[in-house]
C-alpha cells in the first residue's frame, strides 16, 4: 500500500541473479558481459574468496554461458560503497591509516507455518572492514578485520 516507501527500500538492495539454464539466466549473463564493472560472479559455496570480478568474470561466464555448471554460480550487482580512512589493526602489522570499505551484514529469523508468521526478528550484525585495495576476501582470509558500528 506504499509504493513509493517500496521503492526507496528496493534501490538499497544490490540485484541478485540466478544463472540457471534458461531465459532468465541468459539475459543475466548478457547484462555481465555488456558491463562486466558492475557485476560480481559468485561461486554458491561458504569460505569467501572465490569471487570472480572484471575480466576474470568474463572468461568464466564466456566458458561456462552454454553449460549446467554455470548454475552453480549467482550474479550480483557489485555494490560500490565510499571509502573512508581507517586503522586495521592485525597481529604483526603496523598501525597506519589506510582507505578502507566495509559491509554489513543484518541477520533475522523468519519462520511461517503456512500462512501464520511464527517469528521475524533481528538476531545480529557482522561489520567486516577491509583496505580497498582487496577486491575480495574476508575475516577468515586474513584480509578483512572484524568491526563495529558507529550510529551517529
Not at 558491463?35 to 561458504?46: G, H, I
Not at 575480466?55 to 561466464?61: A, T, W, Y
Not at 603496523?94 to 511461517?112: D, M, N, T
Amino acid at each position: 500500500g506504499q509504493p513509493e516507501a517500496v521503492a526507496r527500500l528496493r534501490a538499497t538492495f544490490a540485484g541478485l541473479y540466478s544463472l540457471d539454464m534458461g531465459e532468465e539466466g541468459d539475459q543475466a549473463i548478457a547484462e555481465a558481459l555488456a558491463a562486466p564493472s558492475q557485476f560480481v560472479l559468485k561461486p554458491q559455496r561458504e569460505g569467501g574468496g572465490n569471487n570472480l570480478y572484471g575480466e576474470e568474470m568474463v572468461q568464466v561466464l564466456e566458458r561456462l554461458k552454454d553449460s549446467e555448471e554455470r548454475a552453480s554460480y549467482i550474479l550480483m550487482e557489485k555494490i560500490e560503497p565510499e571509502p573512508f580512512g581507517n586503522c586495521l589493526l592485525r597481529p604483526g602489522s603496523p598501525v597506519r591509516v589506510v582507505q578502507c570499505i566495509s559491509e554489513l551484514g543484518i541477520f533475522g529469523v523468519y519462520v511461517r507455518q503456512g500462512k501464520t508468521l511464527v517469528m521475524n526478528k533481528h538476531v545480529g550484525h557482522l561489520l567486516r572492514t577491509k583496505a580497498i585495495e582487496h577486491a575480495d576476501g574476508g575475516v577468515a582470509a586474513g584480509v578483512a578485520v572484524l568491526d563495529n558500528p558507529y550510529p551517529v
